[in-house]
T-cell receptor
């Protein structure tokens, strides 16, 4: 699976927007971009995913670069509950074989009150 | 509705003993995954079950690790002759479908923290 690169940590203030970057320069045409987050002492939870177009849901927005070599997860108004490790993951969109997610180190998001 | 549940939440064992970890997936989910997360590390995929198909064991680190899924629902991960490096949080996830060509959100359980003394 193609590799992703994320900053180790980021810090933001409560009620401000947060932009979490992810680089995936070796992404293939069939790879989907997924984001999960892991709150302290919990299992990961799905946030959002996309292929080419920008995506919005109740949790966040995903902005995908035109060449798809990078993407940005956008939390429009961060709260203290958004403090977590955010993982950017590429999932192959075709073919068979194992379907396990490949998690990197992720970005540790710190929210200041 | 009920999410993925795992038991026990914590397990402390002595080196060399066998342990069994249990996962109850969300009802109706056909795909089930096991991962482990060592301290300060990302998640490591271990094994994947999809319906009645043979499991994909490509992520199991050694033959001391095995897993089964009975009746397409509950799964048990067994670690034989535990070693200190097996200490980690073991996470289970389930989803509606599986396979690379099928998008599916994975729902994770809270994990079992295994400590091998």
């Amino acid at each position: 699976d193609a590799k992703t690169t994320q900053p180790n940590s980021m810090e933001s203030n409560e009620e401000e927007p947060v932009h979490l970057p992810c680089n995936h320069s070796t992404i293939s045409g069939t790879d989907y971009i997924h984001w999960y987050r892991q709150l302290p002492s919990q299992g990961p939870e799905y946030v959002i995913h996309g292929l080419t177009s920008n995506v919005n849901n109740r949790m966040a927005s995903l902005a995908i670069a035109e060449d798809r070599k990078s993407s940005t997860l956008i939390l429009h108004r961060a709260t203290l509950r958004d403090a977590a490790v955010y993982y950017c993951i590429l999932r192959v969109g075709s073919g068979g074989g194992a379907d396990g997610l490949t998690f990197g180190k992720g970005t540790h998001l710190i929210i200041q009150p | 509705g009920a999410g993925v549940s795992q038991s026990p939440s914590n397990k402390v064992t002595e080196k060399g003993k066998d342990v069994e970890l249990r996962c109850d997936p969300i009802s109706g989910h056909t795909a089930l995954y096991w991962y482990r997360q060592s301290l300060g590390q990302g998640l490591e995929f271990l094994i994947y079950f999809q319906g009645n198909s043979a499991p994909d064991k490509s992520g199991l680190p050694s033959d001391r690790f095995s897993a089964e899924r009975t009746g397409g629902s509950v799964s048990t991960l067994t670690i034989q002759r535990t070693q200190q490096e097996d200490s980690a949080v073991y996470l289970c996830a389930s989803s509606w479908g599986g396979g690379r060509g099928y998008y599916n959100e994975q729902f994770f359980g809270p994990g079992t923290r295994l400590t091998v003394l």
